[in-house]
Every structure is written in C-alpha cells, then in structure tokens.
C-alpha cells in the first residue's frame, strides 16, 4: 500500500463547476500538506501549503486538511478550461527535511 | 526572479551508459532536492543537498547520485542507464534547509530522459 493515494482520475467537468479533489495517507507523522498543478511537459506548480489541520483559502482555492481522518482535498471553485491540468497533493514529516511524498495526481478536464 | 532551470530538457541514452543532470535553483535559494517522475510510480524523491552536504537520500539504487557545489548549482548522474530509468527528473530548490515549517520547494521544468 503507498504512504499516499489518490484518485488518478481522469475527471471531467464543465467550466463554472465545483471541482473536489482528494488524498488519504497513512503515515500519521505528516505534518506539513501541499497541493501542486503540473501542466502537460512542465514542472509542478506549488498551489497551496498548510500546515497540520484546518482550511486555506486563496482566491478560487480552498485547501483542507482532517488529520484525524488521514484526509486532505482542494477544492477549486468556478473552474475554468485553464485550470485543466494534473493536481498532485504531496506531504512530509517534521524530521525528514525536504523529501516529499506524493500523490499519483488526478488529471482534471474542464470543458468550456 | 528567474526560476529553477535545468539543462539539458531532453536526452536520449542508451542502455550502459551513463548520463549527467543539471540543475540551477532560484538566485538565493540553497537547497536543492532531486525527484523522478515515471507514469507507473509518479513521483519519488532522490535526493536532497544543502551546503554541499546531501542531508536526505530516497530508495534508488547506488548507480543514482548526486552533488552540489558552492554556488547551490547541483547535478544528478545516473551511471549504466537501465530501460527503467526512462522518466523525468526534477530538480527543486527552497530557501534554506527544505523541512522548516514555512519552507516551500520549487520545481523547474525537468529532464525528459529516454533510454533505448
């Protein structure tokens, strides 16, 4: 079983919709939660970065995380076409410097 | 502010031999973490440096390896390229010792790597 999974997708959904996207995890150590957006043949783009529990908000944004749960989402809210992409969420511990874990990414479609 | 680039984009090698990655982090930026990107296992970190020290190692065989000079410059060399080491290496860099609380890594565009 890996540390991280996600829903590979792929999802597709109309412009304006109310997209979720979402990871669980098992390592109760994780501290520190991201959320990234990697476009066809580029590198990740960091979206969001929380630390232990609660929300974030940022623009069309909100990130989540439930520790209690193992569970973390973003959501993206009236989405629009240039928001297709695959979003990865990657995590980390207080001890293991920089070494991120990542999600498989789920690839999301947004139709006009 | 320029971004975190990496030379070359695009590789082709054959099996056996061997091949060598470069990464420029973000002018101020002093650490740099190394990942590769392969549509079966996604992303996995290789390895991290500060200060010329690597401070964090992932689970890769001994032929993958790593340095970073003085200037926060780093390269990856991968030695006798197996079929398997076909993927996209990705080069990130953060402020300082990646794993302070509000440290955020960033990403460049990659190495696209194909062996045959």
């Known amino acids: 079983q890996k540390e991280v999974e996600q829903d590979p997708g792929p999802l597709s959904v109309p412009e304006g919709a109310i997209v979720s996207l979402n990871c669980t995890y098992s390592n109760s150590a994780f501290q520190y939660f991201m959320w990234y957006r990697q476009y066809s043949r580029k590198g990740p783009e960091l979206l969001m970065y929380?630390?232990?529990?609660g929300n974030k908000e940022d623009g069309r944004f909100t990130a989540q995380v439930d520790k209690s749960s193992k569970y973390i989402s973003l959501f993206i809210r009236d989405s629009q076409p240039s928001d297709s992409a695959t979003y990865l969420c990657a995590m980390r511990t207080n001890n293991q410097g920089g070494k991120l874990i990542f999600g498989q990414g789920t690839e999301l479609s947004v139709k006009p | 502010k320029a971004g975190v680039t990496q030379t070359p984009r695009y590789l082709i090698k054959t099996r056996g031999q061997q091949v060598t990655l470069s990464c420029s982090p973000i002018?101020?930026?002093?650490?740099v973490s190394w990942y590769q990107q392969t549509p079966g296992q996604g992303l996995q970190f290789l390895f991290e440096y500060f200060s010329e020290t690597q401070r964090n190692k992932g689970n890769f065989p001994g032929r993958f390896s790593g340095r970073q000079f003085s200037n926060s410059r780093s390269e990856m060399n991968v030695s006798t390229l197996e079929l398997g080491d076909s993927a996209l290496y990705l080069c990130a860099s953060s402020l300082g010792p990646a794993g302070g609380i509000w440290e955020t890594q960033y990403f460049g565009p990659g190495t696209r790597l194909l062996v045959l």
């Open positions: 002018s101020g930026h002093r650490s």
């Open positions: 929380t630390y232990s529990s």
